[in-house]
Nanobody
Framework: QVQLVESGGGLVQAGGSLRLSCIYS????????MGWYRQAPGKQRELVAV???????TYQDSVKGRYTISRDNVKNTMYLQMNSLKPEDTAVYYC?????????WGKGTLVTVSS
């Protein structure tokens, strides 16, 4: 079992920045992939940025150059630095890890970008 807790969401004006954090705990030694997803109102959940099982990072095209995913393995924390935010980035952002083929999700943190 893996537990995930996100934080860092909030209200920001367009062009602003936020940094999301995800603390993961439990059985973390066998995590193969981890990343961030988001779900906007009325839309399906979508991948934002992810560390793949082979150690690479992948970003959704719409956030490339603006978002940066990182992690601190000592603190068991994953981050998502979001710059140049746009109103269309408004969504609930979820932390996700894959452990032994099973997906675990946090409860999400709301990011609202005003125009």
């Amino acid at each position: 079992q893996v537990q995930l807790v996100e934080s860092g969401g909030g209200l920001v004006q367009a062009g602003g920045s936020l940094r999301l954090s995800c603390i993961y705990s439990g059985r973390t030694i066998s995590i193969s992939a981890m990343g961030w997803y988001r779900q906007a109102p009325g839309k399906q959940r979508e991948l934002v940025a992810v560390f793949t099982s082979d150690g690479h990072t992948t970003y959704q095209d719409s956030v490339k150059g603006r978002y940066t995913i990182s992690r601190d393995n000592v603190k068991n924390t994953m981050y998502l630095q979001m710059n140049s935010l746009k109103p269309e980035d408004t969504a609930v952002y979820y932390c996700n890890v894959v452990d032994l083929g099973k997906h675990y999700w946090g409860k999400g943190t709301l990011v609202t970008v005003s125009s």
